[in-house]
């Protein structure tokens, strides 16, 4: 399963009603660290595709999206489950640390 875009349109269909926990990556094209991070959270989504929804959020296009997490910094992972935060990191980091960020929920 491929990484779903997430704009103001699609956010209540795709992340707060989902009925599996959503990953969603805030990001813009430049920042570095996110580029890092890119790659690593394509592959969540193809590896956990079945058990979590990854989401990307461009914070330069879709702001207002950014604006109700109260992201700061990026890239900011935030997990939604049931329409809550459950869990968030802000930075970039390890496949491993990314996944630890969804085990309890998935």
């Known amino acids: 399963m491929s990484e779903v875009v997430l704009t103001q349109e699609n956010f209540e269909a ?3 009603k989902s009925d599996k926990p959503v990953l969603i990556d805030f990001w813009a094209e430049w920042c570095m660290p996110c580029k890092m991070i890119g790659p690593i959270v ?6 956990h595709g079945d058990k979590v929804k990854v989401g990307k959020v461009n914070v ?8 109700r997490y109260n992201i700061i910094s990026i890239p900011t992972l935030l997990v939604v489950k ?3 935060v459950v869990n968030q990191r802000v930075g970039a980091g390890s496949r491993k640390m990314i996944e630890k960020l969804i085990e309890d929920y998935i």
């Open 14 to 16: 795709e992340v707060l």
């Open 60 to 67: 330069d296009v879709h702001g207002e999206i950014a604006q």
């Open 82 to 84: 049931d329409g809550e």
């Open 42 to 47: 394509a592959e969540i989504a193809e590896v």
